[in-house]
């Protein structure tokens, strides 16, 4: 048992690992012993007192990858304008007289000034959501009646001005709104000054077709006094009572 024991050889240091190489390298390789091979110029087979100083195909292409890494980053490394100098930048400060416009006002100001004016913007302005006007907080109750002025609201309506009663509506006024000291609703209006398309409009929003001024007259009487028939025609066929005294 000791005589076999005495007769191992002892283990050996390990060796360096073998090197390996990535499948790219050999790819390489077999292509550039390929090229050598069709040029005539294939090495020869070395003697093997020199084959260790004849370096292979896998060491000459890992050289040629791996020798002076600096020379592609130079490349890549952008080159400076022909004139030397560099883009101008914007400045945050404003000095520059850059000029941007507020999202929530649409008005022009200096970008140096964009942070503090915007901030300052949403906190004291509104927007209205009927006519998309940009106006101050405290200026809400000023902007509605000035909509609901019963100036704008017969000067709309003597001019048969369906688009503008449309947002005088949106804005508040309900189709039955009686105006003037004779107690007019805004369908009496209509049948007076012939205002046919704001007639229609006042009707389909759900005014009354038969109401009652302060003497008794409906908006039919009132169109057949004034001889306008394509009003008073709208109004019957809108369901206007024709036996109303």
Known sequence: MSASRSSRRPRSAPGPRPQTFSSESVLIALALHTQLERAGIARPKPSPAYEDDIPSAEAIVNRLILDDPTEDSEEKTASPPASGKSEPEVSRTGESGEKTRCPNCDEEISVGKMVTHTVACYRNSTKCKVCGERLKKSMKSAHLA????????????????????????????????????????????CAMHNANDCILLLISRGADTDPLDEVGCTPLHVALQKGNTKVAASLIELGANIESK
Not at 148 to 153: E, G, S
Not at 154 to 183: Q, W, Y
């Open 146 to 189: 000035a909509w609901r002025d019963p100036a704008r609201i017969v000067s709309a309506l003597e001019r048969n001005k369906e688009d503008e009663l449309i947002m005088i509506l949106d804005h508040g006024v309900t189709p039955d709104h009686v105006l003037g000291p004779n107690k007019q609703s805004m369908v009496h209006l």
